[in-house]
Structures are given as structure tokens and as C-alpha cells.
């Protein structure tokens, strides 16, 4: 199985940039189909982007042009790289694994079985 570790999140500004990061063990990236999703209280938990082992990604509408995921398969990690943030992306982050390939278009929450523990980011 494999494990997932977020990284980067905090407080910045309204048009600040943030990178988060996750770093996966006990198990390559490549074999999954990789996610980023955010949640705030009492709602159900968004997906934001989505990669696949080949390097193809798709994103939600509220985000597209401004964040961009990527994947280092040397160092096992898989990153969100957010710009021009708002105080609408505020939310906990969380990074998710699914076994096998990414459907076409960008997965729900229940697609994934392997999730980290989130990191926290605040737009103000």
C-alpha cells in the first residue's frame, strides 16, 4: 500500500502563490492514478486536479489556469503548484491515490482508496 504525506501548506494573500506537495512511500506513484482535493467544514471534500502515470492531468473549472499539478516519479512526489490565489481556495488540501489508471475526466473523492492527512491553506 502505499502512503502519502502533504506538505506546504499556510496563510497568504489574495494573489499569492503556494506549491504543495506529497510525498508517496511503500509504493511508486506510477502505479496510481494521483489527486489533489480540498475540503472545508460541512462540505463534501472537492477534487482539484488529477495526474496520470503518463503525465496527462485534468482540473476542476474553478481552478484551471491558475493551478498546475505535477509528478517527480524520482523523488515519488507529486506536486500543486497554486497562483493567483483567492480567498475561495481556502480549505484543507488533501492528496489521493487510486490503484490503476484515471478515468478521462477528473475523478470524485470515491474513486480513491489511499488519501494523506491534509494540509491547510488560508487565503485572506
Known amino acids: 500500500d502505499v502512503q502519502l504525506v502533504e506538505s506546504g501548506g499556510g496563510s497568504v494573500q489574495v494573489g499569492w502563490s503556494l506549491t504543495l506537495s506529497c510525498v508517496a512511500s511503500?509504493?511508486?506513484?506510477?502505479?496510481?492514478?494521483m489527486g489533489w482535493f480540498r475540503q472545508i467544514p460541512d462540505r463534501e471534500r472537492e477534487g482539484v486536479a488529477g495526474i496520470e502515470s503518463d503525465g496527462s492531468t485534468s482540473y476542476a473549472d474553478s481552478v484551471k489556469g491558475r493551478f498546475t499539478i505535477s509528478q517527480d516519479s524520482d523523488n515519488n512526489t507529486v506536486y500543486l503548484q497554486m497562483n493567483n490565489l483567492k480567498s475561495e481556495d481556502t480549505a484543507m488540501y488533501y492528496c489521493?491515490?487510486?490503484?490503476?489508471?484515471?478515468?478521462?475526466?477528473?475523478?470524485?473523492?470515491?474513486?480513491?482508496?489511499?488519501w494523506g492527512q491534509g494540509t491547510q491553506v488560508t487565503v485572506s
Open positions: 489521493a491515490a487510486a490503484t490503476g489508471s484515471c478515468p478521462a475526466y477528473l475523478p470524485g473523492a470515491t474513486w480513491y482508496n489511499y
Open positions: 511503500g509504493d511508486t506513484i506510477g502505479r496510481y492514478c
